[in-house]
């Protein structure tokens, strides 16, 4: 059964995507500057490569699914219902994260080197753990992402999980900075920031044991238009206004046109 043989690199894939929050934490310890255009051009593409295969790919795999096993109607409107909802369910989560603490607040290696910047060590380390929370409650439905991705098709959860893991480079350096300033210990910031992309791989875990034992073509269908509304909510609420910040504001879009055609090319050829 494809589930079985799939599970292995599911697992690993999403434990790749969640730990990349690590090289952001390379990057703001061991670089002088962030590399704006870079990073805005990255963070576009990875929004591009989640909105295309979003809509193009992963939706109508799910109405394929629900279609066959409730009808052309109600498969339908089950396949909407359900992309809506997983919009719905990371717009909570979002909303539940105070602002302060909010892991896509952008921060840049530079401050590093400007300590006037930072002041009151304990607000610091509570800003620290906090945004390490907020990055693991965010990380956790990408990882059912991920996973969910990559038992249906390999090809297609292997492009998700690089999407998403230049995704979370921005919410290591999040993590890093006011750690290191509280602290003034780089490795316990980095060890922080890279331990809190392990709710990426609990996410897949916790998928595996509740779906395991009842998975079919209406759960499978369920919860891929659920992830395709989390992907695209992920990818307009967080990447773009990301990658704008970071950079100049066309180089986002040309990222996010790259990345839709990268994605494009890669199906057809998987085809």
Do not use: C
């Not at 629900?66 to 809506?84: M, Q």
């Not at 316990?188 to 331990?195: E, G, I, P, Q, V």
């Not at 392990?198 to 996410?203: A, I, N």
């Not at 504001?249 to 990222?255: C, D, R, V």
């Amino acid at each position: 059964m494809e589930w079985d043989n799939n599970v292995l690199l599911a697992f690993g894939l999403t434990l790749f995507a969640g730990l990349s929050t690590g090289i952001g934490s390379v990057l703001a310890f061991f670089t002088k500057r962030t590399n704006t255009k870079f990073l805005s051009i990255a963070l576009g593409f990875s929004a591009g490569v989640m909105i295309y295969v979003s809509m193009i790919e992963i939706f109508f795999k799910a109405q394929d699914s629900l279609v066959t096993a409730l009808g052309s109607k109600a498969g339908s409107w089950a396949t909407v219902a359900a992309f809506f909802g997983g919009i719905i369910f990371i717009a909570v989560i979002d909303k539940l994260i105070p602002s302060i603490e909010n892991p896509h607040e952008i921060k840049k290696v530079e401050q590093i080197n400007n300590p006037q910047m930072y002041h009151r060590k304990n607000k610091l380390m509570r800003m620290g753990l906090f945004t390490a929370l907020a990055i693991g409650i965010h990380n956790f439905p990408e990882g059912l992402a991920t996973f969910a991705s990559t038992i249906k098709d390999p090809g297609l959860g292997v492009a998700i999980a690089i999407a998403i893991a230049i995704h979370n480079i921005p919410e290591g350096i999040a993590v890093s900075i006011p750690v290191y300033f509280a602290t003034g210990d780089k490795k316990k910031a980095f060890r922080l920031s890279f331990l809190s992309g392990l709710s990426e791989p609990v996410g897949a875990v916790i998928g595996y044991v509740l779906l395991r034992s009842f998975f079919n073509d209406v759960v499978f269908g369920v919860l891929f238009a659920g992830v395709a509304g989390i992907m695209v909510f992920i990818s307009l609420d967080e990447l773009l206004p990301t990658a704008r910040e970071y950079g100049e504001p066309h180089l986002s879009i040309y990222g996010l046109i790259a990345g839709m055609m990268v994605m494009a090319v890669s199906l057809l050829l998987f085809i």
